[in-house]
């Protein structure tokens, strides 16, 4: 769709995200935890993480390092458990919502939204996670994530479902023109 589109060419000339290779973005392909929090990294300005450790043993010197730290570090992200992050993972809807919120709440002036969203007004609003619903119901308040309808006319959130490449632009998109003012 139009979003995911715009979202792509949005990342990619702002240097959020880039393709799989050179001349492939795979916009159906899975978002992965390590993924996501690069991204976040990037619109952190990359800053330096020398000598910064986390308790993740999962995380070998890698592309991902440096932002799975930052991550940590600010408290961005938890681990899967205390000493694990699995970064290859997909991310979910209702994790990247939790991500980008607390992203969002580590900046100068975001107070968040006004009107936390009523997740009931979606057929599986009751399955977001517990740990999740504050950060989903803030991020479809303020835009962020919407429902998919069905032939029969419900809105679904699926909280659950893996979160694409395209989806993730989108919504890095929308995090940047509509919370962060960045155009």
């Avoid at 694990?84 to 209702?94: L, M």
């Avoid at 303020?142 to 659950?160: A, E």
């Amino acid at each position: 769709n139009a979003w995911s589109y715009d979202g792509i060419q949005y990342c990619v000339a702002r240097g959020l995200m880039s393709g799989t290779d050179t001349h492939t973005f795979l916009p159906g392909g899975v978002t992965t935890r390590a993924q996501l929090v690069q991204v976040l990294y990037h619109l952190a300005g990359d800053p330096d993480m020398t000598g910064v450790t986390t308790p993740f043993t999962d995380t070998p010197a890698d592309w991902y390092q440096a932002a799975i730290a930052w991550a940590y570090e600010t408290g961005v992200v938890d681990g899967t458990s205390p000493t694990t992050f699995s970064p290859g993972r997909p991310v979910t809807r209702e994790q990247a919502a939790v991500l980008l919120m607390r992203y969002a709440a580590r900046l100068p002036g975001f107070a968040g939204s006004d009107a936390p969203a009523d997740l009931s007004a979606f057929a599986d609003g009751g399955s977001v996670s517990g740990w999740a619903r504050a950060g989903m119901a803030d991020a479809v308040a303020l835009g962020l994530f919407g429902g998919t309808q069905d032939s029969s006319g419900q809105v679904w959130l699926r909280p659950g479902a893996g979160t694409t490449r395209a989806e993730t632009a989108a919504l890095l998109q929308r995090m940047c023109t509509k919370v962060l003012g960045i155009g």
